[in-house]
């Protein structure tokens, strides 16, 4: 009971930090696509932004063609000007003994290693992001 209590005051909380941020928060379209290295769309890719100043992230997961569209308050709402440091994660596997794929190099998951950092300005914006191979792959003789 008391642990059902304070989940829904953290709820509680949180909407009404969120409809206090909405409010002040100006968020600008921020779009692109994510392809691996040979160009491929990668679909079900999970992108997080996160920046520092203000404290905050924007998350999408790219469609069919790689497409994504960042989301900060709502899903495509876009994100504040600042600077943004980027992870990309594989999607889960609903089966969870299912093998997951890899078509991610593991160091686009983590904020430190990604390497991939993007200024959003005021207005629209586009970032495509073209993966490097997987570290983790070799190819078989002759391929």
Same mark, same amino acid.
């Given at each position: 009971?008391?642990?059902?209590?304070?989940?829904?005051?953290?709820?509680?909380?949180? *909407?009404?930090?969120? /409809?206090?941020?909405?409010?002040?928060?100006?968020?600008?379209?921020?779009?692109?696509?994510?392809?691996?290295?040979?160009?491929?769309?990668?679909?079900?890719?999970?992108?997080?932004?996160?920046?520092?100043?203000?404290?905050?992230?924007?998350? *999408?997961?790219?469609? *069919? /063609?790689?497409?994504?569209?960042?989301?900060?308050?709502?899903?495509?709402?876009?994100?504040?000007?600042?600077?943004?440091?980027?992870?990309? *994660?594989?999607?889960?596997?609903?089966?969870?003994?299912?093998?997951?794929?890899?078509?991610?190099?593991?160091?686009?998951?983590?904020?430190?290693?990604?390497?991939?950092?993007?200024?959003?300005?005021?207005?629209?914006?586009?970032?495509?992001?073209?993966?490097?191979?997987?570290?983790?792959? /070799?190819? /078989?003789?002759?391929?």
């Amino acid at each position: 009971m008391t642990c059902r209590i304070g989940n829904v005051c953290l709820v509680v909380m949180l *909407a009404l930090l969120l /409809s206090g941020c909405g409010a002040k928060l100006k968020t600008y379209p921020v779009e692109g696509t994510v392809t691996a290295h040979d160009g491929t769309p990668l679909e079900g890719v999970q992108v997080v932004w996160r920046c520092t100043d203000p404290p905050l992230s924007a998350t *999408a997961v790219t469609d *069919a /063609s790689g497409r994504y569209r960042l989301g900060t308050l709502r899903p495509g709402d876009g994100a504040p000007a600042g600077e943004y440091e980027l992870t990309l *994660a594989e999607p889960q596997a609903e089966d969870p003994d299912a093998p997951l794929p890899e078509r991610i190099d593991p160091r686009y998951n983590n904020f430190a290693t990604s390497g991939l950092r993007f200024t959003v300005e005021p207005g629209s914006n586009r970032f495509d992001i073209e993966l490097e191979p997987f570290r983790g792959w /070799s190819p /078989s003789p002759g391929q």
